[in-house]
């Protein structure tokens, strides 16, 4: 019912910025928990972070919090991440999610979501 599309990934240097954008289209992102986690290369994916559906509050893995920034559009039924600082270790593909109408109002694993986008790279060199 919901499809899930991000933008924004590209390859930047260490120290540099970059938004992530999750456009959504069959079901509104202001009604479900939606989160973004990553994939680094060779590795399994991973929470980043996550905005609550009723409140709007957020949370973040440790390895991002004070750097990473989740944010929604409910008008543009849009979610974004904000990285700032970016490491080389931020390396990875990154995935948007939502959850299910009458799931939890929002999580940090993978099981708590229903949908997914197809990714965007990013690529942080030294």
């Known amino acids: 019912q919901v499809q899930l599309v991000e933008s924004g990934g590209g390859l930047v240097q260490a120290g540099v910025s970059l938004r992530l954008a999750c456009a959504a289209s069959?079901?509104?992102?202001?009604?479900?928990?939606t989160g973004w986690f990553r994939q680094p290369p060779g590795k399994e994916r991973e929470f980043v972070a996550a905005?609550?559906?009723?409140?709007?509050?957020?949370i973040y893995a440790d390895s991002v919090k004070g750097r990473f920034t989740i944010s929604r559009d409910n008008a543009k039924n849009s979610v974004y991440l904000q990285m700032n600082s970016l490491k080389p270790e931020d390396t990875a593909v990154y995935y948007c999610?939502?959850?299910?109408?009458?799931?939890?109002?929002?999580?940090?694993?993978?099981?708590?979501?229903?949908?997914w986008g197809q990714g965007t790279q990013v690529t942080v060199s030294s």
């Open positions: 069959g079901g509104r992102v202001s009604d479900r928990t």
């Open positions: 999610a939502a959850g299910l109408l009458g799931g939890i109002d929002y999580g940090t694993r993978e099981s708590d979501y229903r949908y």
């Open positions: 905005i609550n559906r009723r409140a709007g509050s957020t």
